[in-house]
């Protein structure tokens, strides 16, 4: 495992959770779906709901592909570069909910958004705590 495929498969989920997090920032902006939650009582505990599971799976993530790419497999390669691309993305998959069902104001899109990035900070989290 190189340094060049851990920054190519971290980058393929960052690139797969912009999509995911702009597309659903403009189907919220355009207008195409209804907000379905629009009391602030439910939308702010959901956030904070999606925001600890983001959170909390990183430094639960980084351990475990370390310990794979520990293993003495040489298929354990491949395992840890597909799981830091999913890894990676998730964050796009936690945040396009929250954009989706309760983005109505201008507060509430940066806060989705905000989930997003934590694509950023997964895959600085690998590039730092992943073996090279």
Same mark, same amino acid.
């Given at each position: 495992m190189t340094r060049t495929n851990i920054i190519t498969s971290g980058l393929l989920g960052l690139i797969g959770a912009i999509i995911l997090?702009?597309?659903?920032? +403009?189907? %919220?902006?355009?207008?195409?779906?209804?907000? /379905?939650?629009? *009391?602030?009582?439910?939308?702010?505990?959901?956030f904070l709901v999606l925001l600890l599971f983001s959170v909390a799976e990183i430094p639960l993530m980084v351990y475990s592909m370390r310990r794979i790419a520990a293993s003495n497999n040489a298929?354990?390669?491949?395992?840890?570069?597909?799981?830091?691309?999913?890894?990676?993305?998730? +964050?796009? %998959?936690?945040?396009?909910?929250?954009?989706? /069902?309760?983005? *109505?104001?201008?507060?509430?899109?940066?806060?989705?958004?905000?989930?997003?990035?934590?694509?950023f900070v997964r895959f600085i989290s690998t590039l730092i705590f992943l073996p090279k």
């Open positions: 997090v702009g597309g659903s920032l +403009a189907i %919220v902006v355009s207008g195409w779906i209804p907000i /379905l939650i629009t *009391r602030p009582i439910i939308i702010w505990p959901f298929k354990a390669v491949y395992l840890v570069l597909l799981t830091n691309t999913g890894y990676t993305f998730f +964050a796009g %998959v936690y945040a396009a909910p929250f954009i989706l /069902l309760a983005a *109505r104001s201008t507060l509430e899109l940066a806060a989705g958004a905000l989930l997003g990035v934590l694509a």
